[in-house]
Antibody, heavy 117, light 111 residues
Framework: EVQLVQSGAEVKKPGESLKISCKGS????????IGWVRQMPGKGLEWMGI????????RYSPSFQGQVTISADKSISTAYLQWSSLKASDTAMYYC??????????WGQGTLVTVSS | QSALTQPASVSGSPGQSITISCTGT?????????VSWYQQHPGKAPKLMIY???KRPSGVSNRFSGSKSGNTASLTISGLQAEDEADYYC???????????FGGGTKLTVL
């Protein structure tokens, strides 16, 4: 069974750094794109970017380029989303997703990130 | 890049059919047959309902169907049921520079 298990909720202050994770299991981690999707409180879904763990090919939405870093460690089947300096506007639920036939079939449970002073 | 355009809300009575539109451009919906649709209930992760425009994943009811005409994709739900009340999002591939883009979402109310 394919599973994406994300790290737990985080509460951070503006300016702090953060790295959240998404561990894949039940499939060949290096063979499928993994992406990240943001959902701000009460708002819609926003596609952030994807990574192919097999060769670390990474693509970002223009809206998120330079704002976040997506990475993966294939030795532990885990993808990451990180910020170097959080802002209050980064407060959101973040989902990791796995590609299936050019769509996002598998979703993690979400990681709630709260940034507040 | 702009999000795909969806109506903010649609409604229907049990047993009826509704259609949710998703309007893009010739750079996304119009160029690729790679539109997918997602259902999201409150407090839950989204669920894939349609992929590659009209295909249903295993386990998704055949009451859900997808289509496309030009730059507009559509999701039709027939035989509305109370459990269909949720938010629905479309998503399309938009080329190598933008990659993927979501619609703004549509809230479906079953009256």
């Amino acid at each position: 069974e394919v599973q994406l298990v994300q790290s737990g909720a985080e509460v951070k202050k503006p300016g702090e750094s953060l790295k959240i994770s998404c561990k894949g299991s039940g499939y060949s981690f290096t063979s499928y794109w993994i992406g990240w999707v943001r959902q701000m409180p009460g708002k819609g879904l926003e596609w952030m970017g994807i990574i192919y763990p097999g060769d670390s090919d990474t693509r970002y939405s223009p809206s998120f380029q330079g704002q976040v870093t997506i990475s993966a460690d294939k030795s532990i089947s885990t993808a990451y989303l990180q910020w170097s300096s959080l802002k209050a506007s980064d407060t959101a639920m973040y989902y990791c997703v796995r590609e299936y036939s050019s769509s996002w079939y598998y979703w993690g449970q979400g990681t709630l990130v709260t940034v507040s002073s | 890049q702009s999000a795909l355009t969806q109506p903010a809300s649609v409604s229907g009575s049990p047993g009826q059919s509704i259609t949710i539109s998703c309007t893009g451009t010739s750079s996304d919906v119009g160029s690729y047959n790679l539109v997918s649709w997602y259902q999201q209930h409150p407090g839950k992760a989204p669920k894939l309902m349609i992929y590659e425009g009209s295909k249903r994943p295993s386990g998704v009811s055949n009451r859900f169907s997808g289509s496309k005409s030009g730059n507009t994709a559509s999701l039709t739900i027939s035989g509305l049921q109370a459990e269909d009340e949720a938010d629905y999002y479309c998503c399309s591939y938009a080329g190598s520079s933008t990659n993927w883009v979501f619609g703004g979402g549509t809230k479906l109310t079953v009256l």
